[in-house]
């Protein structure tokens, strides 16, 4: 099972918005709209952000979408602050019932 | 509050078995939820190991090509993931999780494994 593709770094300048894409075979998305994506913050525990392609947990800010389209997620970081420097995991739920990742996008604030 | 701590030992020996526990609180795991395992090996990306539930069925990666057995403690609120047969491509940070439906909804902050001799 491949890794799902990422780009491996996205910048911004603070207040822009950025999208992370993350790319797959039609086969990794499955029947599920399962996308979902984590953000590994230096220092911290890895924390979910978004869950099933477009929902956010509790306590996420409304800055972060998700959206996915094809055999291609996004996920979209609004009015980019510093603290949202880190590195983000797509993850999806594949049709062969495995978990696959994505290979990472670090996102740096300008 | 969920949350989930992992321990275990730093340094396993090659082709010994890599022992870990990941430690629960904030909700019981008598009843409910799905409990897994993710590692991340130095400089890649992340590869999930496997899950097990409150009633102890498991699932695991195939990549893992039956080295990896989980367990689950509901007395004591832990689960553990035990892997064998270890080589340095095991080297890695281990992370534990509580599932959501088709996500890793709460993770532990993660426990650097490293398989030297």
């Known amino acids: 099972q491949s890794a799902l593709t990422q780009p491996a770094s996205v910048s911004g300048s603070p207040g822009q918005s950025i999208t992370l894409s993350c790319t797959g075979a039609s086969s990794d998305f499955g029947t599920y709209d399962s996308v979902s994506w984590y953000q590994f913050h230096p220092g911290k525990g890895p924390q979910l952000i978004i869950f099933d392609v477009n929902d956010r947990p509790s306590g996420v800010p409304d800055r972060f979408s998700g959206s996915k389209s094809g055999n291609t997620a996004s996920l979209t970081i609004s009015g980019l602050q510093s603290d949202d420097e880190a590195v983000y995991f797509c993850s999806s739920y594949t049709s062969s019932s495995v978990y696959v990742f994505g290979t990472g996008t670090m996102v740096s604030v300008l | 509050q969920v949350q989930l701590q992992e321990s275990g030992p730093g340094l396993v020996k090659p082709l010994g078995t890599l022992s870990l526990t990941c430690a629960v609180s904030?909700?019981?795991?008598?009843?409910?939820?799905?409990w897994g395992w993710v590692r991340q090996p130095p400089g890649k990306g992340l590869e999930w190991i496997g899950e097990?539930?409150?009633?102890?069925?498991?699932h695991y990666n195939p990549s893992l090509k039956g080295r990896a057995s989980l367990s689950i403690n509901k007395s004591e609120n832990h689960f553990s993931l035990n892997l064998t047969s270890v080589t340095a491509a095991d080297t890695g940070v281990y992370f534990c999780a509580r599932m959501g439906f088709y996500n890793f909804r709460t993770w532990g902050h993660g426990t650097l494994v490293t398989v030297s001799s």
């Open positions: 097990t539930s409150h009633t102890g069925s498991v």
């Open positions: 904030g909700v019981s795991m008598k009843t409910t939820g799905w």
